[in-house]
T-cell receptor
Framework: DAGVTQSPTHLIKTRGQHVTLRCSPI?????VSWYQQVLGQGPQFIFQ???????GRGNFPDRFSARQFPNYSSELNVNALLLGDSALYLC???????????FGPGTRLTVT | GIQVEQSPPDLILQEGANSTLRCNFS?????LQWFHQNPWGQLINLFY???GTKQNGRLSATTVATERYSLLYISSSQTTDSGVYFC??????????????FGKGTKLSVIP
């Protein structure tokens, strides 16, 4: 069974640029959540989507946005990148959004 | 928001030893998950355990929701058990969204 997939694996961007990260959930899962993990910390909640609707947003600036497509895959967009956006970005999928979450391998973003 | 505290922050074990990791949380939660993060950043699901006790091989977990804590037991540790162990609690926020809140993790090193 295919798990949660994310692309790209690694990404290097320059301050001020824009980035798009992609996530495909486990087949049959309708909810996708995004998390940011900086070095030495636990992941922090950014967004949750269920059936293409935004269900919740964490304490992140408006530079962060996301969407979910009809096939339940999702994109996370970050505009005007800052050095502090350097982190591992994790995508999680689940059936309903409030049941067991399964994480993808992450995208490691470095902003220089 | 909910606070999640994990202890100890660091743990060094001799191969074959047993250990107990603790997770305390500050409020009522709907769910609780334990993860193992490997050196490449992948979060691997260990237990989905809102309450009660579960066992999977050398690992077991107990959650006492009324007292707001969970314990992860690792018996006969192996070098492959090394990594960071995260506890994450799931709950609905005031805005109605569901999210996982992670602790800072316990970094386990098992030496031969």
């Amino acid at each position: 069974d295919a798990g949660v997939t994310q692309s790209p694996t690694h990404l290097i961007k320059t301050r001020g640029q824009h980035v798009t990260l992609r996530c495909s959930p486990i087949s049959g899962h309708k909810s996708v959540s995004w998390y940011q993990q900086v070095l030495g910390q636990g992941p922090q909640f950014i967004f949750q989507y269920y059936e293409k609707e935004e269900r919740g947003r964490g304490n992140f600036p408006d530079r962060f946005s996301a969407r979910q497509f009809p096939n339940y895959s999702s994109e996370l967009n970050v505009n005007a990148l800052l050095l502090g956006d350097s982190a591992l970005y994790l995508c999680a999928s689940s059936f309903t959004g409030s049941d067991e979450q399964y994480f993808g391998p992450g995208t490691r973003l470095t902003v220089t | 928001g909910i606070q999640v505290e994990q202890s100890p922050p660091d743990l060094i074990l001799q191969e074959g030893a047993n250990s107990t990791l603790r997770c305390n949380f500050s409020d009522s939660v709907n769910n609780l998950q334990w993860f193992h993060q490997n050196p490449w950043g992948q979060l691997i699901n260990l237990f989905y355990i809102p309450s009660g006790t579960k066992q999977n091989g050398r690992l077991s977990a107990t959650t006492v929701a009324t007292e707001r804590y969970s314990l992860l037991y690792i018996s006969s540790s192996q070098t492959t058990d090394s990594g960071v162990y995260f506890c994450a609690v799931g709950a609905y926020s005031g805005a109605g969204s569901y999210q996982l809140t992670f602790g800072k993790g316990t970094k386990l090193s098992v030496i031969p």
